[in-house]
């Protein structure tokens, strides 16, 4: 449904979501006096759609949402199931402009550029979330209008937006009477389904961080070209390069840890590190994630040895498969040989599987699991949520654990929605007999949440960031871990 707001000037609203309340608000308020909200959508579904949520964090300078205010908006997007494309925009040379003309001027150009890309947000067929993420920097989510949500067509959509972000920003400004031209650089990432809103808005940096002078960087694989990056990839594995962090699991009943998961870890000649998300998707385009999933299950078996040696930690660490490794007719075989040759038992291992991965080849996906399982590792559902078990196939699939994904948690302490799939799942775990694992928990709130609702375990920032395994066996071998004073109160 498209709103009329004056002649010619459209803002779009979306219909038919699940949660009518939630702000998806084509533009923030802009700075601009004479800008009207443009959330301001007349009647029905509109008016309960405000165009920033209440609550949202703004910016005070130019009105819009700052960087946390902008990626909450995007992931309300992304739990609707909305995909979206994020822009990253940076004013180029702004110290300069701040030196030369004054800190007043300078407000008053970010408040201008803040206009002028909430009007180009006002005057799209689809939807846009504008933030400023940072001091020069602002941020767009685009999505695209229905019916232009096939690849190619919703790609020249978002084509023709950054033209025309490029030329709305390239008439010069004219602040409290002084001339100024403005280059900006622009980045752009998509916002896949299941991926992090916080990550897409990294990448959408990185790819303007690497574009420059107008130049449109899509990927981060493109700045360093694809090939090149693929090789430096496949060198970095056969030269035992790749490396593990290990980020701490933690039993919600009691405080105390119960395993450990291994991320993969990847830095450049450089000492950049390179995403996980983005290398883990080149090694897969590009065969490499057999080997690559070889040697994080090495690195964590050779830290398990290590550990068992010093008699240090005696925890699982769980190693993430991906779907190619786990249809590997060997992959029994070589789990248990790797387990042999480094002499860890094998229920100090654990494998997590991603849910939608699993479900593409369900019937030899299970004589796998039953395989593995003989073996005495212990399996996890990673990612639940995302993909759509059925409930049959939930019944009888071998697994000890589902990890629910950070997607749902984030909302759980403000969107009854989130908190309701959330409660669900783990009644539906617990139901199936199986332990329940809340992944990506970043505020004490989310953490009482779910002491209450009695999820088993749980991951994310807020108790433990990811760290090395020297850092691990150093900070968790210790009585006392850092996380014990969340878990004073009982829940
Ligand atoms: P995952 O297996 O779901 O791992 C959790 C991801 O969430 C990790 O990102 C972790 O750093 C991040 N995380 C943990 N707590 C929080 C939190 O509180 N907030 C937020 N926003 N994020 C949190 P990372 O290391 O970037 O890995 C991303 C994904 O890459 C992993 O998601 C996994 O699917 C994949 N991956 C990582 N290592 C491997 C690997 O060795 N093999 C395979 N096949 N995939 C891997
Ligand atoms: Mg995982
Ligand atoms: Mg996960």
Redesign the pocket.
């Given at each position: 449904m498209n709103v009329h707001k004056r002649a010619n000037e459209k803002v779009t609203c979306l219909v038919g979501l699940p949660r009518p309340h939630v702000a998806v608000g084509a533009v923030a308020g802009a700075a601009n006096q004479d800008a009207e909200p443009a959330g301001a959508c007349a009647g029905g579904v509109a008016e309960a759609m405000p165009a920033v949520r209440p609550g949202a964090r703004l910016d005070p300078l130019t009105g819009l949402p700052d960087r946390s205010g902008f990626i909450a908006e995007v992931r309300m997007l992304q739990n609707l199931g909305i995909t979206a494309t994020v822009i990253a925009l940076d004013i180029e040379e702004f110290t300069e402009i701040n030196e030369a003309f004054g800190l007043e001027l300078g407000d008053g150009l970010l408040r201008a550029v803040a206009d002028r890309c909430a009007q180009v947000g006002r005057s799209l067929n689809g939807h846009c979330v504008v933030g400023r993420v940072g001091a020069d920097e602002f941020a767009l989510a685009l999505v695209p209008p229905a019916g232009e949500t096939e690849d190619a067509a919703a790609a020249a959509w978002v084509e023709d937006i950054v033209l025309h972000l490029q030329d709305a920003l390239a008439t010069p400004f004219d602040i409290n009477g002084q001339q100024l031209d403005v280059r900006v650089v622009i980045g752009q990432a998509w916002l896949a389904r299941g991926s992090?809103a916080?990550?897409a808005l990294q990448h959408a940096v990185f790819a303007r961080r690497f574009g420059g002078h107008g130049r449109v960087v899509h990927s981060y694989e493109e700045k360093h070209g694809e090939r090149r990056l693929t090789q430096a990839l496949h060198e970095a594995i056969t030269g035992c390069r790749?490396d593990?962090?290990l980020?701490p699991k933690i039993s919600l009943a009691t405080g105390e840890l119960v395993g450990l998961?291994?991320?993969?870890?990847w830095r450049l000649a450089d000492g950049e590190q390179v995403?996980?998300?983005i290398f883990?998707a080149l090694?897969?385009r590009h065969n490499l994630?057999t080997q690559?999933?070889e040697r994080?299950l090495t690195r964590a078996l050779e830290t398990l040895a290590s550990w068992g040696q010093e008699g240090s930690l005696r925890v699982p660490i769980a190693?993430?498969?991906?779907a190619m490794?786990f249809h590997d007719d060997q992959i029994v075989t070589h789990v248990a040989q790797a387990l042999e040759q480094h002499g860890v038992p094998p229920e100090l291992l654990e494998l997590?599987l991603?849910e939608s991965k699993l479900l593409g080849h369900a019937e030899s996906a299970m004589r796998t699991l039953h395989g593995l399982r003989a073996l005495g590792v212990c399996l996890s559902i990673?990612?639940f949520g995302t993909g759509y078990s059925s409930l049959n196939y939930l019944r009888r699939v071998p697994v000890h654990r589902l990890?629910i994904?950070?997607s749902f948690v984030?909302g759980i302490a403000n969107e009854p929605g989130a908190r309701e799939i959330v409660h669900l799942l783990i009644q539906l775990a617990h139901n199936l007999n199986l332990q329940c694992v809340a992944?990506?928990?970043?505020t004490r709130e989310q953490l009482a949440l779910l002491r209450e609702m009695g999820c088993d375990e749980g991951?994310?920032?807020?108790?433990a960031?990811?760290m090395s395994p020297w850092a691990a066996a150093r900070h968790l071998g210790q009585k006392k871990a850092p996380w014990m004073p969340l878990f004073a109160q009982h829940p």
């Open positions: 992090d916080a990550e790749i593990i962090a980020q998961e291994a991320l993969a870890r995403p996980p998300n883990i090694a897969e994630i690559l999933g994080v190693v993430n498969f991906s490794q997590e991603t990673d990612d990890k994904d950070g984030r992944e990506g928990i970043e991951q994310g920032f807020l108790l960031t990811p």
